[in-house]
Every structure is written in C-alpha cells, then in structure tokens.
C-alpha cells in the first residue's frame, strides 16, 4: 500500500517489475516449499524456523539455532521499526501528528492486540484487514479513472509533466534483475513461513495457492496503478502535502475521497501495519523466548507453562520498545528500511531453508555459514551507495548465501569421505593382524 506506491509514483510504469517478480515468487513458494515445510513441521514437531533447520541437522550443540534466532530477531526488529515509521507518516498526513506520536500510538495498538491475544485472532484478524485494503487499493484508482473521463485523459495530463513515466524500458539491467529478485525474501521472512506451518493439511494448500495468486495480483496491480494515477494529481514531489512521496498515497486519499472514506484508506495502511507488525512481534517473542531462552539457554531444565506465558509477554513488550526506539533512531526512508529487513531474512534464511528441502547433501556448517554470508552481504551491500545503487541487495545477498552453503557443504563432504577411508583402512588392517598372544 505504501511501497509500491511509492515506487510506481517515482518510477512509472517500470514499478511492474517489482509486481512480476513478487507474484512468481509467491506462487511458487506456496506450491512447493510451503507443503513441504508443513508436512516436515508436522513430522517433526517444529513450531519455529531455528526447530525446522534443527530437525535437518540434528546435533547436540545450539550454534544453529542461536544463529538463526540473532539472525531473525535483528532483522525481524528493523521490520516491525520499518512498519511503525511507514504509519506514522500516515498518522502526520490524515491527522496531523508528529512522526513521534504516530509511532508510539502505533506501537501500543499493535503491542495490545499481540498481548492480549495470540496468532490465531490475528489470522482472523488479517482477514478483515485485507478486505479493507483490497478496497481501498480496487476502488482509489477506479475513483481516479472515472473522474477523469478515462485512462487517455490521465495518460495525456502525465506524459506532459512526465514523458518517460509509461515508458518500460527505462530501468538498467541490474535494477530490473534487483526488482524480480524482491520475491526470493518470502523464502526467509518468518512471519510468512509461520503462515505456512500452520495450514491444517496438505490438501488445503492448492486452494490458498490459487487465491493467494489471485489477490496478490489484484492488490499489487491497484497499488501500481495508485502510484502511476498519483502523477495526474501530483505532478512533482513538491506538490504532494509534505513534499515527500513516501506521502503520496495518503495525499492522494485526501485529494480523491471524501474525509469519511480518507478515514477508510487511513485505516487500511494501519491495518496493513497491524497485521505485519503482529505477526512479527509473536515470531519475535517465540524466538526470543522459545528458541534462544528455552531450547538453547535452559536447554536441559524444565519451565512452567505459567512461566513461559509469562516471559512471552514480557518479550512482546522488550521487542516493542526496541523497535520503537529503533524507529525514532534510524534516519532512513521508510521503504528503503523495508526493503533492507526484507533482503536480509530472505538473504539469509532463504537459501537454508530452501536448500535444506531440495538438496540431501547440505551440512550443518553449510547452512551456518551461508547465513553469516548472507547476512553480512546484506548489511555491507546496503551501506555502500555505489553497490547498492547498481542492483538491490537481496539478489546478491541470496546468492552469495546460496553459494556459500553448497560450497561448505561440498567440503565437508569430501573431509567426511576421507574420514571415512581412513577409518575403514585402519579398521582393515586391525582385522588383518594377528591376535595378541599372553
């Protein structure tokens, strides 16, 4: 609702490739990788991403799994910073707030509903707020088109302040490459995969499949054209309210709608918040409670379920105030830091997550160091200006993490294989020689 938006705003037409590439990648991931997981989860009692890459390499040692939980807890932090600063520019656009203000409010409606409730009402939840969003982002651009008296007339008024704006070819090679490659952060981004677990059977899957495709299409393609039509009434940043196209969709509701439906599509970007920030508030708590507290750090002592309610919420009231602070700290774009936590759950889960299910001959050191790589190329690429101006950091960061596993994991089978040979020699010359004698 706010980043492709955004994107189509500033870069016309060319934005689809975003939309291609996330849509693919989706479909695909909920086709093959999400039946998988969730027949593999059910299998092996995995309720967490750090217990699915366990039951692969089962170990007696936690470094896998306090890596992959540091790993999720600081980029899962930054994602739920990156939709607290997305809303509270909604909250200083319809309402008047400072930035401040709006992610604090932000922050406590999110914090109170993950409290007092669990993943279940926020499932159903979401429900409900995707109705609203696929309202609002079906009906502005439709709005837009018919008081303009048609797409022609729209098309006319932008080519004149923007001529390249229904042009596709205007991107080099390396951004579109960056665009089609944003869907590969699905493979890594734990609140996505928590959905997949929890699907009943694997009969449910091929209707879900199909809708998902559906719907993301749907939206994705209303929040391209929101963008692209926001040029009709904003012909330059300087005339959006706020001077800043991260503004430009609720700039756009207050110019098209009425003040009640403005009210409508401000909620929508709240609810679009919620419902992201939700889940990765519960996977966070999960994480930080179950995954590094209690399987890791008191690994072989026993905890009250009373006690570990307890910790869970009060690890949903540390990740808030993390984030919040994190949020009024950081001095970044909102979409920008969106795509920064995005890359770096898809850079460095994704690839053990996939290649864990597809390939038998990935080790326990493969995946460690692929998410280290991954990671590390994730931050390093998004720091440099002139690496992360060239393509977005996802892709490379992916396939360095890719590469880097399948290595590892290729060395350590030739060590093992010798190993091997040079126990089977020594146990065959034992058996050679003659027995000892008293």
């Known amino acids: 609702m706010l980043g492709i938006t955004t994107q189509a705003y500033i870069l016309g037409i060319t934005a689809i490739w975003l939309i291609v590439g996330f849509i693919i990648s989706e479909s695909l991931m909920f086709l093959f990788l999400a039946p998988a997981m969730n027949k593999h989860s059910e299998k092996n009692d995995c309720i967490s991403i750090a217990d699915m890459l366990e039951s692969h390499f089962p170990n007696t040692g936690n470094s896998l799994r306090v890596i992959v939980s540091m790993v999720l807890l600081f980029f899962l932090v930054s994602f739920i910073s990156s939709q607290l600063m997305g809303v509270s520019k909604a909250f200083y656009s319809f309402l008047g707030l400072t930035l401040t203000n709006g992610i604090i409010i932000t922050s406590l409606i999110i914090l109170f509903l993950t409290f007092f409730a669990g993943s279940k009402t926020l499932n159903y939840a979401d429900i409900l707020h995707a109705i609203l969003m696929l309202t609002i982002l079906i009906g502005l651009p439709l709005i837009i088109l018919f008081r303009a008296e048609g797409l022609e007339n729209i098309k006319t008024e932008i080519l004149f302040a923007n001529p390249d704006h229904f042009k596709i070819n205007t991107l080099s090679a390396g951004v579109i490459m960056g665009f089609l490659s944003i869907g590969l952060g699905s493979a890594g981004n734990a609140h996505i995969l928590a959905k997949y677990m929890s699907i009943k059977s694997q009969s449910h899957y091929l209707f879900p499949a199909i809708l998902s495709a559906f719907l993301n299409t749907i939206m994705a393609t209303g929040a391209l054209f929101i963008g692209i039509f926001a040029r009709y009434h904003f012909p330059s940043t300087e005339s959006i309210p706020g001077g800043d196209a991260e503004y430009v969709f609720s700039g756009l509701a207050w110019n098209v709608f009425s003040p009640f439906f403005a009210g409508v599509a401000f909620t929508a970007i709240l609810a679009a918040s919620i419902s992201a920030g939700g889940s990765q508030i519960l996977v966070s708590a999960n994480t930080l409670v179950?995954?590094?507290?209690?399987?890791?750090?008191?690994?072989?002592?026993?905890?009250?379920?009373?006690?570990?309610?307890?910790?869970?919420?009060?690890?949903?009231?540390?990740?808030?105030?993390?984030?919040?602070?994190?949020?009024?700290?950081?001095?970044?774009?909102?979409?920008?830091?969106?795509?920064?936590?995005?890359?770096?759950?898809?850079?460095?889960?994704?690839?053990?997550?996939?290649?864990?299910?597809?390939?038998?001959?990935?080790?326990?050191?493969?995946?460690?160091?692929?998410?280290?790589?991954?990671?590390?190329?994730?931050?390093?690429?998004?720091?440099?200006?002139?690496?992360?101006?060239?393509?977005?950091?996802?892709?490379?960061?992916?396939?360095?993490?890719?590469?880097?596993?399948?290595?590892?994991?290729?060395?350590?089978?030739?060590?093992?294989?010798?190993?091997?040979?040079?126990?089977?020699?020594?146990?065959?010359?034992?058996?050679?020689?003659?027995?000892?004698?008293?």
């Not at 969106?338 to 038998?360: D, E, Q, R």
């Open 290 to 438: 179950v995954d590094l507290f209690k399987k890791s750090f008191k690994k072989n002592k026993k905890i009250s379920q009373i006690n570990l309610v307890f910790f869970s919420r009060l690890a949903i009231v540390i990740i808030a105030y993390i984030s919040i602070m994190t949020s009024l700290l950081v001095k970044t774009s909102y979409y920008k830091f969106v795509l920064f936590s995005w890359a770096g759950l898809g850079a460095a889960i994704g690839p053990a997550m996939i290649l864990s299910f597809i390939w038998k001959g990935v080790t326990r050191r493969g995946v460690i160091a692929g998410i280290i790589s991954g990671t590390l190329t994730i931050i390093i690429w998004h720091n440099n200006p002139f690496l992360s101006d060239s393509v977005y950091e996802l892709f490379p960061g992916f396939l360095i993490g890719t590469l880097t596993i399948w290595i590892v994991s290729q060395i350590d089978k030739i060590f093992s294989s010798r190993k091997y040979n040079r126990t089977e020699r020594y146990d065959d010359i034992n058996s050679r020689m003659p027995a000892s004698v008293e």
